[in-house]
């Protein structure tokens, strides 16, 4: 079956420290990736996509994500993250073609950033 | 500029009852979908569409229903709560193309349900 893992459920930094953020999928072609945002009391935001070409992508707010297809993993991270960072990650996965429309979502990765 | 609209934000049912959360979105998206959020969980994809008319199920589709007879709205109904279904529900949607599904997700504010 197909799978998304977030290896960490809940991380904590301080303010300036680098963030790194493990995510692994089980699927067998093509596949179309993102990352979204979900900030304390809101909903899903999108930070970055990755569909094909560079595999290193830049999103908003400062944050970038590594696809590396060998290792099916698309780690998110930020060179020093802020306290406003404070929020829930999640990773998501579909198979790139025709007929698909399923999108999986990892478990989430709650970021706390203390001051 | 609406984009997807949710309703109602808060609802507390008994169980056995039944309901309707709405959505309904002004993008002009092909692609709409329910997902429900429960604590370590993630997001489980409910039911989702590809277009009026047409209605298929997700990862955790039992005990709802769905249906779109328009583009705008695609509303889920639970017939028949269970403290099962205490959850948030978020609706989402997107464009899409015959060639699938490659855009974002565009999602509303949230449903938190409470089934006692």
């Known amino acids: 079956a197909q799978s998304v893992s977030q290896h960490n459920h809940h991380v904590i930094l301080s303010e300036a420290a680098s963030l790194e953020l493990g995510c692994n999928y089980s699927?067998?072609?093509?596949?179309?990736l993102f990352w979204y945002v979900q900030y304390p009391g809101q909903h899903l935001q999108l930070l970055l996509k990755?569909?094909?070409?560079?595999?290193l992508v830049k999103g908003i707010k400062g944050f970038e994500a590594e696809f590396i297809k060998s290792k099916f993993s698309f780690n998110l991270r930020k060179p020093s993250v802020q306290w406003s960072d404070t929020a829930e990650y999640f990773c998501?996965?579909?198979?790139?073609?025709?007929?698909?429309?399923?999108?999986?979502f990892g478990k989430g990765t709650k970021l706390s950033v203390i001051p | 500029n609406a984009g997807v609209t949710q309703t109602p934000k808060f609802q507390v049912l008994k169980t056995g009852q039944s309901m309707t959360l709405q959505c309904a979105q002004d993008?002009?998206?092909?692609?709409m979908s329910w997902y429900r959020q429960d604590p370590g969980m993630g997001l489980r994809l409910i039911h989702y569409?590809?277009?009026?008319?047409?209605?298929d199920q997700g990862e955790v589709p039992n005990g709802y229903n769905v249906s779109r007879s328009t583009t705008e709205d695609f509303p889920l109904r639970l017939l028949s709560a269970a403290p099962s279904q205490t959850s948030v529900y978020f609706c989402?949607?997107?464009?899409?193309?015959?060639?699938?599904?490659?855009?974002?997700?565009?999602f509303g504010n949230g449903t938190r349900l409470t089934v006692t």
């Open positions: 569409s590809v277009g009026a008319g047409i209605t």
């Open positions: 998501a996965v579909i198979l790139s073609g025709a007929g698909s429309y399923q999108l999986t």
């Open positions: 993008m002009n998206h092909e692609y």
């Open positions: 989402a949607s997107s464009y899409s193309t015959a060639h699938g599904f490659n855009s974002p997700l565009h």
């Open positions: 990755y569909f094909s070409g560079d595999p």
């Open positions: 699927y067998g072609g093509t596949v179309n």
